[in-house]
């Protein structure tokens, strides 16, 4: 009878721990998210501190990619770090970079356990932070969060394997799959609670791109217009193989303040780049496709923004980009935001040749989430394939 006592006294006690591991690492994954969109090429890593049950301190990966998460969170928690336990949601890093190893710092700070969501993919780290520690006699288990983790690091993740970014379509469309009016005209599609969640998924990403086509009919900033978060906008990407931004556009005339970044080709006019680079934006040759229509190659343009260290990237248009990266299998995830209102048979389609089912009946994506916003709906997918754990 007794040692039927012990075990479940045993198991309830590792029942209990467990679902600790669970809420401080979920801590750990909100706390990181913050930094998504301000830390690239770094990854937005959460990180806590607990003694004893308490939290004695909290850190996320600052703006710019450091300081890093851990550092961030045994700072606030001072001496009450030694003997605690460290959840944080990427593998502490064991490299020399642009700072210390992290996991020098959890040694250092007498960590006697961490918790770790997942590995880091990086051949710079690959399980070799985690040597570390257990070689210095922390405690490390993996994989408490390790699902969330996954996906809030998915573009560190991408980039890493397979150098490009995790590439998120946004699509506003119709209830009859349209994205604009007869002749490329812009209309609202959806409300004001789903324009604000645009919005903070703008801050969130790296860089938001756009094809030539929107620019000339829409002429937008591709900012984010949250009260008190207009400096978190994102990098502006334009695919223009030919350089036909207006130097009169919104977007060159705010280069200075927000970043953009022209994707050319090696054959467009050289003063035009030039007074694009004199605005203030950069320009950017990628090659171009080799079959038609003719286009940039857009395997070549994510490789490009990957090597210059985006990670995550939120595409808004228009239809033709949209079908391009589809059928190119380059896209992991899709917001598809549906109005209320049909535009009608002359609209513009959402996906140009391809129809919207490509996505929402293809076997190569599936559902993820849906929410009610207002009087639209978004239905988020993902590709089954794209998971990076």
């Not at 959890?106 to 880091?120: N, W, Y």
């Not at 969330?148 to 119709?174: N, T």
């Not at 094809?211 to 990407?237: N, Q």
């Not at 934006?281 to 080799?290: L, S």
């Amino acid at each position: 009878m007794i040692f039927r006592i012990l075990e479940d006294q045993y198991a309830q006690k590792s029942k209990d721990s467990k679902a600790a591991d669970q809420r401080f690492m979920a801590l750990a994954l909100s706390l990181g998210r913050r930094g998504q969109g301000r830390t690239w090429p770094n990854p937005a890593v959460g990180a806590v501190v607990v003694r004893d049950g308490v939290i004695v301190g909290r850190g996320w990966t600052q703006p710019g990619g450091r300081p890093h998460a851990e550092p961030e969170a045994l700072a606030r928690a001072g001496e009450a770090a030694r003997g605690a336990t460290l959840y944080v949601t990427l593998e502490p890093c064991s490299h020399f970079g642009k700072s210390p190893p992290c996991a020098d710092a959890v040694i250092a700070a007498g960590i006697t356990r961490v918790v770790s969501a997942v590995e880091d993919p990086n051949p710079q780290v690959a399980g070799q932070g985690h040597a570390k520690l257990r070689a210095a006699g922390i405690m490390v288990d993996i994989g408490p969060g390790a699902v969330e983790a996954a996906y809030d690091h998915a573009g560190h993740f991408r980039r890493v394997r397979d150098k490009r970014p995790h590439v998120i379509l946004k699509l506003a469309v119709s209830p009859d799959d349209k994205i604009a009016a007869a002749g490329h005209k812009p209309l609202a599609i959806t409300g004001e609670a789903a324009k604000a969640r645009v919005h903070l998924l703008r801050a969130q990403c790296d860089a938001i791109l756009v094809g030539i086509g929107t620019v000339l009919s829409d002429d937008p900033a591709l900012t984010c217009r949250l009260p008190g978060m207009e400096a978190r906008s994102p990098v502006r990407v334009v695919l223009d193989r030919a350089l036909r931004i207006p130097g009169t556009s919104r977007l060159v005339h705010s280069a200075r303040e927000t970043p953009l970044w022209v994707m050319t080709s090696s054959l467009s006019e050289a003063p035009a780049a030039m007074k694009l680079g004199a605005a203030g934006a950069q320009v950017i040759r990628v090659p171009v496709t080799t079959t038609p229509p003719p286009g940039l190659d857009l395997a070549a343009v994510l490789h490009t923004l990957a090597e210059r260290g985006i990670t995550r990237l939120l595409v808004e248009g228009g239809a033709r980009v949209a079908s391009s990266l589809v059928s190119a299998g380059l896209v992991d995830e899709v917001w598809l935001l549906r109005g209320a209102h049909p535009v009608g048979a002359d609209g513009v389609p959402a996906l140009e040749a391809l129809p919207l089912t490509a996505i929402t009946r293809s076997p190569a994506f599936k559902l993820r989430a849906s929410e009610t916003l207002q009087s639209d709906t978004m239905t988020i997918y993902e590709r089954i394939s794209c998971s990076p754990a």
